[in-house]
């Protein structure tokens, strides 16, 4: 079993239950997110472990979370609760772009973002065999990305996702903190999408995009939506489709795909197979509400490869 340790932002995500400008929405549905955090449970679906670093408020939500994560079996006895609330967010979905879904934050001065440097038990992310977060962490406050570059500098098994938010920063921002990290710290893994990337290399051909990304880490799985990904490596490169299936919401499908990748890589999996069997993750994921809640097991996924070729 291989231990893999995430730092982030738990979120609690208030769902739509019906289309259209939150204006008019009456009911909404809980769910624990935050892209670490759904990070942390795909990798726990498929056979390892993860640890969780950061901090909830000391609030029913907060103790939503924790209780909610450790159910999933994430190693949550590292979360600190902090005296600000834990943060929220809402999800409109199908308006005004059909099959879209928009985040809308509550989160500024949130627990989450006092993540701070002294939060990092050294030995721990030193002995984890994966350190992984994302561009959200980066963005979230200065003492957040201050953690993430210790982390990185503690471990040099390490893993981005870029998730770049521009509700949280300019993509000017977004550019010069992650290139920075990048350029201290390479990585193993760096999972990003189009958009992101031509944020970063302004240039939004995938092949084109990785070939500037390839000095900054040694796989790039480059998801491009309903398409499918694409995983890169040592001059190698191979494309995974996507499903066509009914969308109720693409928010945590990103994480899905992530988290099922790295897990399965680091048990061993070719990154071929990996990439086939995470794409599956993210195709359950789209299909329901929240980001967790759909996140398979192994033979979840083979069930579903089984019957798709039949
Ligand atoms: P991110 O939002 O993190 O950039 P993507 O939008 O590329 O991630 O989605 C990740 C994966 O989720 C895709 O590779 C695909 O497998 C699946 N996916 C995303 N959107 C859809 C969709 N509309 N229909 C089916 N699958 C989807
Ligand atoms: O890129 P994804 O749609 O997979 O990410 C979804 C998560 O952390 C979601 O849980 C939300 O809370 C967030 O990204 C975020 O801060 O936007
Ligand atoms: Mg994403
Ligand atoms: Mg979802």
Known sequence: ????????????????????????????????????????????MTGNKCVYLGRVGNDEFGKNAVEWLRGK???????KIDPNPTGIFFIQRDYPIP???????????????????????EDLVREADLVHSTGITLAISSSAKDTVFKAFSLNRERSFDTNIRLKLWSPDEAR?????????????????DVDDASILVGRSDPDEAVRLLREY?????????????????DGGKYFAHGYSVPVVDVVGAGDALGGTFLSLVMSGYPLDKALDYAIVSSTLNVMIRGDQENLPSLQDIEAFLREMNK
């Open 176 to 192: 010069r903190n992650i290139i920075e990290l990048f350029k201290e710290y390479p990585l193993k893994f760096l999972i990003t």
């Open 1 to 44: 079993m291989k231990t893999m340790v995430t730092l982030g932002e738990i979120l609690i995500e208030l769902n739509a239950l019906t289309s259209g400008p939150l204006r008019n929405v009456n009911y909404f549905e809980k769910h624990v997110a935050g892209s670490e955090a759904n990070y942390c449970v795909a990798f726990v």
């Open 99 to 121: 099959l879209h879904s928009e985040s809308i934050y509550y989160r500024k001065g949130s627990a989450g973002s006092k993540l701070s440097p002294e939060d990092i038990e």
């Open 73 to 79: 079996g994430v190693i949550v006895d590292k979360i």
């Open 217 to 233: 880490a040694d796989v790039i799985v480059m998801k491009q939506g309903p398409r499918g990904a694409s995983v890169y490596y």
